[in-house]
């Protein structure tokens, strides 16, 4: 499935993106200072920032049809192989087959699994990835918080923690959840993802929690990461029409984009 067309126009955005919102930035720091402009032309920032998270956002969801149209074949393939792999045992049982056979098989039937988790995986990323997308010019913006401090918006909850956490430190929080709920943390993205890398988009010191952070058990690990000094953004609203991705990001913010 080619996807390459989508990839490009998202690291021409999130190029742009950046640039805007430093643009902007310095703009406010320094109002006797003027960024450079074309002859004529007076740049809106605010305007052309919300134009590029739309076709960011836009991108994404190309992205998210190409990966829907893949995990339709892969489904496929999963029944196709797991069919296969019924007849294989059947025949291995009246001794028609080697075991070398079944065991093909069956190692093909948990590949073509594999991939239907993975295409599964990178959706839910995709989704994470619209719903900070969409509050990208807002955190872009944002100046460092002082260490400690919790920021509550409609949207999303923000806690600057002042731990410097990395992705070694990933292990306590899901023992931490494992003890609590008696299941497995459940990470839609952990550092540098597939779909992180596709996008160009800065992943590589944090992790992403698919919990609602209105949820109990959101409202448990909001908790004991306030309680660790550990930073997040928890991110309470979908993108209607485009992601069901309420999550909670475990790290710093990574707005900031490096495009190669």
């Known amino acids: 499935m080619m996807v390459n067309k989508y990839i490009n126009t998202v690291l021409i955005v999130l190029a742009f ?8 930035a310095q703009g406010r720091r320094s109002p006797s200072s003027k960024s450079p402009s074309l002859p004529g032309k007076q ?3 605010p305007d052309n920032l ?3 998270r739309a076709g960011l ?4 969801n190309d992205y998210k049809k190409s990966l829907t149209e893949l995990l339709v074949f892969y489904e496929a393939s999963v029944r196709k192989a797991a069919e296969r792999s019924e007849q294989v045992k059947k025949l291995y049982a009246e001794g028609l087959v080697s075991k070398r056979e079944l065991e093909g098989s069956e190692e093909a039937e948990t590949a073509a699994r594999v991939k239907v988790d993975e295409a599964r995986k990178q959706l839910t990323e995709a989704d994470h990835f619209i719903v900070e997308s969409n509050h990208m010019e807002e955190l872009a913006r944002a ?3 002082p ?3 919790l920021v509550t918006k409609t949207a999303y909850i923000r806690y600057s923690g002042a731990t410097n956490w990395t992705l070694s430190d990933a292990g306590k929080i899901a023992n931490f959840f494992a003890a609590r709920f008696s299941r497995t943390l459940p990470v839609s993205a952990f550092g540098q993802s597939t779909v992180h890398d596709r996008m160009g988009f800065n992943h590589r010191n944090a992790i992403d929690v698919a919990v609602h952070p209105d949820s109990v058990e959101g409202q448990a690990l909001i908790a004991h990461l306030r309680e660790r000094g550990v930073p997040f953004i928890a991110f309470r609203r979908a993108v209607p029409g485009s992601a069901t991705g309420a999550h909670i990001h475990i790290g710093r913010p990574s707005h900031k984009i490096a495009v190669q």
Do not use: H, M
């Open 57 to 60: 956002i836009k991108a994404t």
């Open 43 to 45: 740049a809106d920032p």
């Open 147 to 149: 260490p400690k401090t």
């Open 143 to 145: 100046v460092s918080l």
């Open 17 to 24: 993106l950046t640039a805007g919102a430093r643009v902007e």
């Open 50 to 52: 919300a134009q590029l």
